[in-house]
């Protein structure tokens, strides 16, 4: 016989009566925890959290690969983009105490790691959740002194919070790939307004002219999502006129929405639009 688990922001509870353990975004490090329960009750284990501002420090891991990891440096998300559920199924944005970030990475340092992914839903932003506000660019400057890695990378940045504070230390650093991905998602900008994403097509271009004049060589990737609500098609050429013009590489995950999709999409907006 075999148990049936699920992780996530769904209603499984009421939609999927054979599962048997069900728990939230928050809580995933009580797995093994959860699953003793189910063992022992023989019924059906519910374990989700509305929110939180707990963070769990010191989890074991298994890393894919010997060299290389990704070190989570803060969760959820301030920003509520209209297309995005992030902000309601993983709570408001938390930082990671540095000292802890710091930590983790040493340990991976002396275990054979040489290169970090830094993570978070807008890395950008780190740090002002702490209570000794912190930037992001203070906390690359603390992973450098690190000896052992020899690469740092981190991912994803937000192109209202991207400093200039951020740009000099990139360029400066000898550990710091020459690499960044910042998601443009719309080359106009009525939709990016539409999107709720708080910076204008102008501001990216002045983001990427910044870029390449600080950090010549660097590479830039960014996200597009083809076939947002009320789209025009004389403007849909210029979210690809924003790549060729600053020879910026797409991901080939392109956001792509069904017609279906969009109709949900464009109601959500104006509900929010109503309140």
Request: charged share 30%.
């Amino acid at each position: 016989m075999y148990d049936a688990g699920t992780g996530g922001c769904g209603k499984t509870e009421k939609s999927y009566r054979f599962v048997d353990i069900i728990f939230g975004t928050h809580n995933i490090y009580k797995f093994a925890e959860l699953i003793v329960s189910r063992m022992n009750s023989g019924k059906m284990v519910i374990d989700i959290w509305k929110d939180t501002d707990k963070i769990v420090e010191d989890l074991p891991s298994e890393r894919k690969y010997p060299f290389k990891s990704g070190v989570n440096i803060m969760f959820g998300c301030n920003n509520f983009c209209s297309y995005c559920i992030v902000p309601y199924v993983r709570g408001r944005e938390r930082s990671r105490d540095p000292k802890a970030i710091i930590r983790e990475i040493e340990r991976l340092a002396e275990d054979g790691v040489v290169e970090v992914m830094l993570l978070g839903q807008n890395v950008n932003s780190y740090g002002k959740t702490l209570e000794h506000p912190m930037t992001f660019a203070q906390l690359l400057r603390e992973i450098e002194k690190i000896d052992k890695i020899e690469r740092i990378r981190f991912m994803t940045s937000h192109p209202k919070d991207l400093s200039d504070e951020l740009i000099e230390v990139m360029a400066q650093s000898k550990k710091i790939c020459r690499h960044l991905h910042l998601p443009v998602q719309s080359g106009s900008t009525r939709i990016l307004e539409k999107m709720n994403r708080r910076y204008t097509k102008e501001h990216y271009l002045k983001l990427v002219e910044k870029l390449r004049k600080a950090i010549p060589d660097i590479s830039l990737t960014t996200d597009i999502i083809v076939g947002f609500p009320e789209r025009r098609k004389k403007i849909s050429g210029k979210r690809w006129m924003l790549c060729v013009k600053f020879n910026m590489i797409v991901r080939s995950h392109l956001s792509i929405l069904s017609v279906q999709e969009r109709l949900r999409l464009l109601w959500k907006i104006r509900y929010r639009m109503m309140l």
